[in-house]
């Protein structure tokens, strides 16, 4: 099997600028979303009762790249990017001007673009949901585990910078620009 390319590890909108050889700007406007799984904890405790250490924790890493899979199919239909994972946790970055999405909706020529990112976000949040209810409950030899998500939209204006040393990683971080006073 081929090892996967290291692009799958770059925001879908950083690829798709950089296969047009340019920048994402440093200044945006758009909707993040935040999506938390819980019950991993449980699932975690779970597993490594019921397979041991070893085949719990590979057990776990299955669940979640099934569930992560399931989640960013729908952040990538609703022309998201999925910014960063944490733990059990995705950042998505929806921006007002997506190019990935010319001419699919006709909604779109009639709602202002930074409306339009935050639709598509919410869209994408109760998608997210739906998507989770393939998870809601794991059966266990010894018990069954729930999985839960939530969900959290903000729009606005972000900073989006890369963070890093190149040679070693680089990060992508959303950050809030500073309010005039």
Known sequence: MDAPSLAIYLPQDRRQASGRDRLLPERATGSALFADISGFTALTEALTRTLGPRHGAEEVSNQLNRAYTALIAQVDHFGGSVISF????????????????????????????AVWASLRAV????????????????????????????????????????????????IDVLGAPRMPK
């Open 86 to 113: 944490s733990g059990d946790a995705i950042t998505c970055w929806f921006d007002e001007n997506n190019e990935l999405l010319e001419g699919d909706n006709q909604l779109s020529s009639t709602v202002p673009p």
């Open 123 to 170: 869209a994408c949040a109760l998608a997210l949901q739906e998507a989770l209810r393939a998870f809601d409950v794991l059966a266990l030899p010894e018990s069954t585990i729930s999985l839960g998500i939530k969900v959290a939209v903000t729009s606005g204006p972000v900073r989006r910078f890369l963070v890093g040393d190149p040679d070693i990683q680089r």
